[in-house]
């Protein structure tokens, strides 16, 4: 079956602008996780999404939101970029809740570098 | 507070075993994960264990896990250079089912 997909897998913005990242989790996978990779801070969470709603959330400013559609399907968007959003962003899709045991499937990821 | 603590670094010889140790703080995490890094692609798991176990084995990988001291290893068998990557460990946060990792261990290949 499909793996985690990530588009794009790579973007070039300019400071201040508005970048909207996408996945889409293996099919009947119904939660989708983000989270930034930068060499200094490794992988730090940014939220996660199950059945449309915001479950948990990291400690990032507010220019970071996400969204999940009907099919799971999951968006971020980081508002009013900066030098320091440069990363790697990473999402992964599980079963959901209580389900741990298979832990996380992760996408490519999508390279974002901030100019 | 979450933590999950790995050093940054491992080189080992081909052929020989790779042991990737970790630390981590909580203490009713339910499970523990093993996850490998390529370079350009994002993370696969590689194995989990259940903390109710004190070791698991899956072919070249072993898994140890010792819960009074929340230390967790990996250990390799039989190098090759295809193991070559970042391998991260991580930690189930009961409270809100959210999972943490640590920061990755590079593992080098020395021919």
């Known amino acids: 079956k499909a793996g985690v997909t990530q588009t794009p897998r790579y973007l070039i913005k300019t400071r201040g602008q508005q970048v909207t990242l996408s996945c889409s989790p293996i099919?009947?996978?119904?939660?989708v996780s983000w989270y930034q990779q930068t060499p200094g801070q490794g992988l730090q969470f940014l939220f996660e999404y199950f059945s449309e709603t915001q479950r948990n959330k990291g400690n990032f400013p507010g220019r970071f939101s996400g969204r999940q559609f009907s099919n799971s399907r999951s968006e971020m968007n980081v508002s009013t970029l900066e030098l320091g959003d440069s990363a790697l962003y990473l999402c992964?899709?599980?079963?959901?809740?209580?389900?741990?045991?298979?832990?996380?499937?992760f996408g490519s990821g999508t390279r974002l570098t901030v100019v | 507070g979450e933590d999950v603590e790995q050093s940054l670094f491992l080189s080992v010889r081909e052929g020989d075993s790779s042991v990737i140790n970790c630390t981590y703080t909580d203490s009713s995490s339910t499970y523990l994960y093993w996850y490998k890094q390529e370079p350009g692609a994002g993370l696969q798991l590689l194995t989990y264990?259940?903390?109710?176990?004190d070791m698991k084995q899956d072919q070249r990988l072993t898994v140890l896990l010792n819960k009074k001291d929340k230390h967790l290893s990996l250990r390799i068998a039989d190098t090759q250079t295809g193991d070559s990557a970042i391998y991260f460990c991580?930690?189930?946060?009961?409270?809100?089912?959210?999972?943490?990792f640590g920061k990755g261990t590079r593992l080098h290949i020395l021919p």
């Open positions: 991580a930690e189930i946060v009961p409270l809100d089912d959210k999972i943490i």
């Open positions: 099919s009947g996978h119904r939660s």
């Open positions: 264990i259940f903390s109710n176990m």
């Open positions: 992964a899709s599980s079963l959901g809740l209580g389900q741990r045991n298979y832990g996380y499937t």
